[in-house]
C-alpha cells in the first residue's frame, strides 16, 4: 500500500509564476491537509479538505493560494503570483476518516518549493 | 486545541534510553496526546498516542502521569536513526477540524 505521494519533490519557480503541488492520498484516504514548514519554523497548518470540499481553510493566506481535492485526481495547492517568501517545504497528509482525538495522519515526504 | 510545553532540545547516547518530557498542564478530558516525529527533509510521522494509560508499541512507549498534566515519551534504545524533531500535541476527541496544531517540538541528537 502505497503512502502519501507528493510531487514534484523539488519545485523551481520564478517570482510572479504559478505553482502547482499535488498530493496523491493513501488508497481509501478521502480525507487531505496541507502544511507548509518555513525554513527553521515549525509546521503550520494551511487547509482541510475532503473530497470535493474544503473544510477547514483557516491556515491559508487570503491571496494568492487555493486548494482542491477533486472526485477524481490528487488534491492540488496552487499558488500564483509566487514571491519569495512562498519558498517552503509543503506537506500534505491524509487520513482514512474523520481526524478526531484517536485518528491518525499520514505524511508525504513533501514538495520543496523555491522561489527565484 | 490545548497547548503543550516541550524542551527545545535534548541529547542522546547511541543504545541508551530517551525519556522525552512534555507538559499539558490545561489538558481536558477529551484530549488524547498524541506524539509525532520528523526526520530530516520528511514529513512528520506517527509514533504513539494514549489518553489515560501508558501505552507501549513497537516504536516507544507513552508514560502519562495519573492527573494527565504531563507525559513522556520514551525511546528504550535510541538509534541514530532516531535523532528528529519530537512533537508531543493534544488531539480533543471532539474535534470536529481534523488538523493537528504543531508546536516548536524537541529537536533529539543522538551521539554514536
Known amino acids: 500500500n502505497a503512502g502519501v505521494m507528493q510531487n514534484p519533490r523539488h519545485l523551481v519557480r520564478r517570482r510572479g509564476q504559478e505553482a502547482r503541488l499535488r498530493c496523491s492520498p493513501m488508497?481509501?484516504?478521502?480525507?487531505v491537509y496541507w502544511y507548509r514548514q518555513l525554513p527553521e519554523e515549525g509546521l503550520k497548518f494551511m487547509v482541510y479538505l475532503q473530497k470535493e470540499n474544503i473544510i477547514d481553510e483557516s491556515g491559508m493566506p487570503k491571496e494568492r493560494f487555493s486548494a482542491e481535492f477533486p472526485k477524481e485526481g490528487p488534491s492540488i495547492l496552487r499558488i500564483q503570483q509566487v514571491v519569495r517568501g512562498d519558498s517552503a517545504a509543503y506537506f500534505c497528509?491524509?487520513?482514512?476518516?474523520?481526524?478526531?482525538?484517536?485518528?491518525?495522519?499520514?505524511f508525504g515526504s513533501g514538495t520543496q518549493l523555491s522561489v527565484l | 486545541d490545548a497547548k503543550t510545553t516541550q524542551p527545545n532540545s535534548m541529547e542522546s547516547n547511541e543504545e541508551e534510553p530517551v525519556h522525552l518530557p512534555c507538559n499539558h498542564s490545561?489538558?481536558?478530558?477529551?484530549?488524547?496526546i498524541h506524539w509525532y516525529r520528523q526526520l530530516p527533509s520528511q514529513g512528520p510521522e506517527y509514533v504513539i498516542h494514549g489518553l489515560t494509560s501508558n501505552v507501549n508499541n513497537r516504536m516507544a512507549s507513552l508514560a502519562i502521569a495519573e492527573d494527565r498534566k504531563s507525559s513522556t515519551l520514551i525511546l528504550h534504545r535510541a538509534t541514530l536513526r532516531d535523532a528528529a524533531v519530537y512533537y508531543c500535541i493534544l488531539r480533543d476527541v471532539n474535534n470536529q477540524g481534523g488538523k493537528l496544531i504543531f508546536g516548536q517540538g524537541t529537536e533529539l541528537s543522538v551521539k554514536p
Open positions: 490545561t489538558i481536558s478530558g477529551t484530549d488524547y
Open positions: 497528509a491524509s487520513s482514512p476518516t474523520r481526524a478526531d482525538g484517536f485518528g491518525k495522519l499520514f
Open positions: 488508497k481509501g484516504h478521502s480525507h
